[in-house]
């Protein structure tokens, strides 16, 4: 079965790092987008990051630039999310996700999703 199986989510002060990773099975998705999203109780979710599949261009929302970084390694069938100087803000559960298409940014194109993994930043 297809699966994406988040992890390395916890609790940080603010200002530490956390690095989430992301592994795939049952599918390669070296040929896919990857990307983060997150969800907050009580508010939608929200677009983090994203890499493509041959350029690895990177994108990322303007509330995470210079923060967060998005990577991934084909040969594990793994993306990672490496998050410095976290803030309360952040606290959410971050979701990854593949998609066969091009559009990075939108939920509702991509294909899978992983249960998630909760991120709490004390303050």
């Known amino acids: 079965q297809v699966q994406l199986v988040e992890s390395g989510g916890g609790l940080v002060q603010s200002g530490g790092s956390l690095r989430l990773s992301c592994v795939a099975s049952?599918?390669?998705?070296?040929?896919?987008?990857m990307g983060w999203f997150r969800q907050a109780p009580g508010k939608e979710r929200e677009f983090v990051a994203a890499?493509?599949?041959?350029?690895?261009?990177?994108y990322y929302a303007d509330s995470v630039k210079g923060r967060f970084t998005i990577s991934r390694d084909n040969a594990k069938n793994t993306v990672y999310l490496q998050m410095n100087s976290l803030k309360p803000e952040d606290t959410a559960t971050y979701y990854c996700?593949?998609?066969?298409?091009?559009?990075?940014?939108?939920?509702?194109?991509?294909?899978?999703w992983g249960q998630g993994t909760q991120v709490t930043v004390s303050s």
């Open positions: 996700a593949a998609e066969r298409g091009s559009f990075y940014n939108d939920a509702s194109k991509y294909d899978y």
């Open positions: 049952g599918r390669t998705f070296r040929n896919d987008i």
């Open positions: 890499i493509k599949p041959f350029t690895l261009s990177t």
